[in-house]
């Protein structure tokens, strides 16, 4: 499946914006900083993200919720 497959459900981000693609919830994460990308709930939602570019299926599933999963942790942390 190709990093530009949409989720069935965008992932809405505090103001506003939406993570609609497996390449926007990438990047997303890319733009956080070396310390959060290293943990273990952005490890998993990196994981899916990658299981679902490379397989498809009920991945696409899994990685929405890791995604929502992590940003929820971050929330919850601040």
């Known amino acids: 499946m190709p990093w530009s497959a949409a989720f069935d459900d965008p992932i ?3 103001g506003g914006r939406k993570l609609r693609t497996l390449q926007e919830a ?3 994460i ?3 900083s070396e310390d959060a990308q290293h943990a273990s709930h952005w490890q998993t ?4 993200l990658i299981n679902a570019a490379e397989t498809g299926g009920g991945w696409m ?8 999963r992590a940003l929820n ?5 601040k």
């Open 45 to 48: 939602a990196i994981e899916t």
């Open 61 to 68: 599933m899994f990685a929405r919720i890791a995604m929502l």
């Open 26 to 28: 990438a990047d997303h």
């Open 12 to 14: 809405a981000l505090r």
């Open 30 to 32: 890319m733009q956080l």
């Open 73 to 77: 942790a971050d929330v919850h942390r």
